[in-house]
Every structure is written in structure tokens, then in C-alpha cells.
């Protein structure tokens, strides 16, 4: 079987929406059959996003097999239904590593190292492993930035490398671009899309399709000019407009034939024909006029909202299985301990403290666990997010005034969060945490037993710090339930309120399991608790 390659490259603007093109690209092939792998490359130098800021980088998204990844895999993995592995996401920084290693260890034999062929040869083998780890017949590779870019020249480079070595009937780029709208005169301008086509084929690349994203209307004029100037096939010009539901995506390519177009020029035979009736009845169900549920999220990234990106998502899904809107009230934990934005707390029917690294805002978020409990409003806490609960439980119910995770305090009375045994002699900062999933057995008769409907789970971690089993008897006996643990018992995974409608906090992130059309059990429950409330 030959795998057929699907590159996704950006023109004109960074974020245009090339991750969800092509996790919607993946999805309207995997309906007709095919087996799919998506890929991404993200050309700068860090070596993954582990250990970037959530301003610069947004959220990162943790795979089964531990590997920190770029939150596109996110709208892959939604998107596709599939579970991607460390293969799926590499980056120039682990490129570099790779062949400097091996020149120091002499693998060269003195020979000069540049990026042709060195570097290029490396990015080749990587895209190369996804076919062969997955055994897909279709690999949809995703290249970061925007075309021009310095960074992105030696991938770039690479996939036209590529390309004659596959054979060119199995390679297919696809270059996703953008219309800007001139107010003055009300009209799309193409000529940012010719300049940036132009771009990509000064490396000898000439895209196959172009996907002019715009937020107006895209009148066909518009289509002929591109496909005269950027010498594509006219029915290879896909407009894509904004739309207001993202999961409508691939309903859009579906509908501008893409997905026929595709199986067509890469000579494909599809097994069967796409049904996106269940993708429709998804879109139609969040356009559909439903009651609104307020969920008061306090994070410390909350002005760039992409740092929340699955708890986003996954807050949506849960939604739309309780067949309710979601309004997500955006709340700034250091704001809290400021005296603001309780007004949106307080007006919220649930409360969600998502994950987090650092001290700053720490305290606000102890004070949003301490609200979410006394006055019994719905609570679902995500890594940082249990650890806050488990603080803020010893400080008012079990009267240790100084209680916290020893991340924050190192000197607490109360070190109820504590590193882990194996992390004490750990230097580096990345890829060193717990990652990835690990099972999880659930105590009949809890909350989260009700909710998740299983003895067992597997979830997805990110963590260095962990419950503190000293203080586990205690905990218990002031109302404390520990309703997950580590299969040997020795970890915490899930505690929840004996007393409360519904607190519950996960060490693991549930929001990196949760899909459209399987929304996950926490954040099912979570919505559930949130709507009874919302309707006293
Ligand atoms: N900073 C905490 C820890 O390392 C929580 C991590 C998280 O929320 N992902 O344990």
C-alpha cells in the first residue's frame, strides 16, 4: 500500500484555522473509509510546547504516551475521534537535537552538517515514521507558521524533498490562506493569496488546492482569480467563511467537495460514502435556542482563551449532552484576590479551576474552592485545580490556616500537596512531569463512580506534585472522599465532597479525553449539578 501525503501549508496570516482544516480534512477521508494519521511540524526551536508560557504558546495538549504537544493534535483528536502518539507532533528544536547528538557522538564521521541534507533528511524520517507507527493510508502533515517564514524554509524544503521520493501522485499540498476585506470599497483582496502562493513556489512547491479563508462571503470572481493567478483548478479554490460553530467545519469542505476532489486526484477508491448526518445533527443541536448555564472559569491565562482550549471544548460538549449553552465567565484568579470579578462567580451556576503552574493567583483560586464549597456550587477541578480544593479543605474545614502544595509553600505546616517521591531528584524541566495516562480505579458508590459508569479509567496527567497521603485519614473523616486511585492505592487521581451537589477534582485532565460526540463523565456531571442549580 502506498501512504498518501496531505500537506496543510498557511499563507498570508498566522491563524487562519490550518489545525482545524485539516483535522476536518481528516475527518471527511476517515468517513469514506480510510484509514488517517495526522501530523504536526512546528518549525521553532523549542525543543515542545512543555515547557513554553500558555501566553505565547496557548494550551498544551497531553497525549496517551506522555509526549507535550501543539494544541492543534487537540482538534485532531476531536475532530477525527482518533488517539495520536508522540510521532504525531515534532518541532525543529528536537530536530536539531536529534543530529547534534549524533554529530557528537561522531555518527558523522567528520563529515560537514547542513540543514541539506542533514536536517532535511531527519524531518523526512519523522514524517515517514507516522505511516509506519500507524499503518495509515492517508497522512495528513500540518506545517506550522506561514509560508515565508525562516523557520519553516528547511520543512518546507523537506516535503518538496519528499514529494519526488514518494512519487508526486502521492503527495498533495493544500496551502490555506486568507481574504482580507477592505471596508472603504467593501471587496476581498486576493493579492496577499497570489503574493504568498508565489512564496511557496519560489521553493518549488505549487499548491494543489487553495482554502481562501475570509469572514465575508466569497463571490465566485473571487475563486476564478485565484485559481487564474495561483495556477490551481478552479474547483480546487475552496471558500472557507468564518463560521460561528467550529464543529461545522467539516460540513463546509464536505459540501464544497473536497473530500471527492481529494479521492479523486490522489486516485483513492473510498470504501464507503461519508455520512455527516451525525456531524449535522451536532451543528444544528449548538444552533439550536437552549438555556443558558453560567460556568465561572478561574484561570490565571484567561486573556488568551486558547490556553484553555479542551476545557473550552470540553465545557461545549458537556453542554450540548445536557442540552444546555454554556456561557463561560472568563475570571482572572489574581482579580479575586483583588475583590474582583466576583460578580461573575457569584453569578455562575458552576465553577471550574483548570490546571496551572507557579504561585501567581494561587490564593484566588483557594478563595473560588472556598465559595464553591460553602455555598455548594457545582465544582470540577483540573490538576492545580483538585490541588487548590485539597488546600482549601485543610485551611477551613481542618483548621490548617497555612495548608498548600509545597509548589507555592515550602515551609507550610500543612504540605497536603506535595512532588512526587520520583520527582524530588528531577533538574530538567521538560518532559519530566507525570505525563500521560495512567488507569484509575473508581470507589463504587462516589460521585465520580456515578458519573464515569465503570470500575476503571484511563486519564491523561500532567503533574509533578500529588495528593499527600499523610494527610489522607483526615481528610476522610471530615467529609473528604477519595473516589480514584491509582490501581496499588497510592495515589490520589479523584477527590470529591461527601456534603456538596458535586466537587470533584481530578489529579488527571479529563479535557484532553473529551469529544463532541462523546462529551466526558466529569464534565457531564459537572453540567448536570450546574443546570439543577441554574434552575432554583
Ligand atoms: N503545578 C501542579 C503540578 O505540577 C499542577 C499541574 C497542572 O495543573 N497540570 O502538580
Redesign the pocket.
Known amino acids: 500500500m502506498t501512504t498518501k501525503y496531505l500537506f496543510f501549508t498557511g499563507g498570508v496570516v498566522s491563524s487562519v484555522g490550518k489545525g482545524v482544516t485539516a483535522a476536518a480534512t481528516g475527518l471527511i477521508l476517515k468517513e469514506r473509509g480510510f484509514k488517517v494519521a495526522v501530523q504536526k511540524l512546528d518549525p521553532y526551536i523549542n525543543v515542545d510546547p512543555g515547557t513554553m508560557s500558555p501566553y505565547q504558546h496557548g494550551e498544551v495538549f497531553v497525549l496517551d504516551d506522555g509526549a507535550e504537544t501543539d494544541l492543534d493534535l487537540g482538534h485532531y483528536e476531536r475532530f477525527i475521534d482518533i488517539r495520536l502518539s508522540r510521532v504525531s507532533n515534532f518541532t525543529s528544536g528536537q530536530v536539531y537535537a536529534e543530529i547534534i547528538g549524533k554529530e557528537r557522538r561522531g555518527d558523522f564521521l567528520g563529515g560537514t552538517i547542513q540543514v541539506i541534507p542533514h536536517i532535511t533528511n531527519e524531518i523526512k524520517r519523522r514524517v515517514g515514521l507516522v505511516a509506519k507507527e500507524t499503518g495509515a493510508e492517508i497522512v495528513l502533515v500540518e506545517i506550522g507558521g506561514t509560508v515565508g517564514d525562516i523557520e519553516s524554509q528547511p520543512f518546507l524544503e523537506a516535503l518538496r524533498q519528499l514529494r519526488n521520493e514518494v512519487g508526486r501522485e502521492n503527495v498533495f499540498f493544500i496551502h490555506v490562506t486568507w481574504l482580507p476585506y477592505i471596508g472603504a470599497t467593501g471587496e476581498l483582496k486576493t493579492k496577499p493569496t497570489q503574493h504568498s502562493v508565489a512564496a511557496l513556489r519560489s521553493i518549488g512547491i505549487s499548491p494543489n488546492m487553495i482554502i481562501a479563508r475570509s469572514d465575508y462571503p466569497v463571490e465566485d470572481g473571487i475563486c476564478d482569480k485565484i485559481a487564474l493567478f495561483c495556477d490551481v483548478e478552479k474547483n480546487a479554490v475552496i471558500p472557507m467563511v468564518t463560521s460561528d460553530v467550529l464543529y461545522e467545519v467539516p460540513l463546509l469542505l464536505e459540501k464544497a467537495g473536497v473530500g471527492d476532489y481529494l479521492v479523486e486526484k490522489l486516485k483513492l477508491t473510498a470504501t464507503r460514502k461519508p455520512d455527516m448526518k451525525p456531524w449535522q445533527k451536532l451543528v444544528d443541536n449548538v444552533r439550536k435556542p437552549k438555556p443558558a448555564v453560567k460556568i465561572a472559569l478561574v484561570g490565571k491565562y484567561v486573556e488568551l482563551q486558547d490556553a484553555y482550549m479542551s476545557v473550552r471544548e470540553a465545557l461545549k460538549h458537556a453542554a450540548l449532552a445536557n442540552d444546555v449553552e454554556v456561557e463561560i465567565g472568563w475570571v482572572h484568579s489574581v482579580d479575586l484576590e483583588k475583590d474582583k470579578g466576583w460578580d461573575i462567580v457569584q453569578g455562575a451556576d458552576g465553577v471550574v479551576v483548570p490546571?496551572?503552574?507557579g504561585s501567581r493567583g494561587i490564593e484566588g483560586k483557594i478563595m473560588a474552592a472556598r465559595y464553591a464549597r460553602e455555598k455548594k456550587v457545582p465544582y470540577l477541578g483540573l490538576?492545580?485545580g483538585m490541588?487548590v480544593m485539597c488546600a482549601e479543605f485543610a485551611r477551613h474545614v481542618l483548621d490548617y490556616e497555612d495548608a498548600n502544595s509545597t509548589?507555592f509553600d515550602r515551609s507550610t505546616s500543612a504540605p497536603v500537596i506535595d512532588l512526587m517521591t520520583d520527582q524530588r531528584s528531577i533538574t530538567d524541566m521538560g518532559g519530566t512531569?507525570r505525563l500521560g495516562l495512567y488507569p484509575c480505579v473508581l470507589k463504587e458508590g462516589t460521585k465520580a463512580a456515578e458519573a464515569y459508569d465503570v470500575p476503571q479509567v484511563d486519564e491523561r496527567h500532567?503533574?509533578?506534585?500529588e495528593f499527600n497521603n499523610s494527610f489522607r485519614a483526615e481528610f476522610e473523616k471530615a467529609g473528604m472522599v477519595f473516589s480514584g486511585l491509582s490501581p496499588d492505592g497510592k495515589l490520589v487521581e479523584i477527590a470529591e465532597l461527601a456534603d456538596h451537589p458535586y466537587m470533584i477534582g481530578s489529579q488527571f485532565h479529563p479535557e484532553f479525553l473529551s469529544r463532541p460526540m462523546r462529551p466526558h463523565p466529569l464534565f457531564v456531571g459537572l453540567m448536570k449539578a450546574a443546570k439543577e442549580r441554574s434552575k432554583k
Open positions: 490546571g496551572g503552574f490538576c492545580l490541588q509548589e512531569m500532567r503533574h509533578r506534585f
